[in-house]
């Protein structure tokens, strides 16, 4: 459950999104969002893979870029990614879907040189 209107937790199976809009550069909501959810996870003796855990930043803004700090959970550094694959769907920091298209095609022609063979 999210603790801000500015925060959207989305939970599908064993994983779970956290999406938060930061604006003027305040990182400061969607950071305390991360704590209650690492502090959620702990309460709940639920584990945490931090290795598994990726950050990855859409800037919608064309005026500068931000600077963001990065994120810590249980004391270790969050990899920061440019995109990432959730629920079958490649997600870029540019929200262009060039991406998943590539990965789709890549995995069509596999298939079909298999049929080929066959």
């Not at 990182?27 to 584990?47: A, D, G, R, T």
Request: aromatic share 10%.
């Amino acid at each position: 459950m999210a603790t801000s209107s500015f925060t959207i937790i989305v939970k599908f199976a064993d994983d779970t999104v956290v999406m938060g809009l930061i604006s003027d550069n305040d990182e400061k909501v969607y950071m305390e969002e991360i704590k209650h959810l690492e502090n959620w996870f702990q309460e709940n003796n639920l584990l945490l893979i931090v290795s598994k855990t990726k950050e990855l930043i859409v800037e919608c803004s064309n005026k500068q870029e931000w600077h963001y700090q990065p994120v810590r959970i249980n004391e270790t550094m969050v990899e920061r990614v440019d995109s990432f694959k959730y629920l079958g769907v490649h997600i870029s920091q540019d929200l262009s879907w060039s991406h998943h298209n590539n990965s789709l095609a890549k995995k069509a022609r596999q298939r079909l040189y298999h049929l080929r063979c066959l």
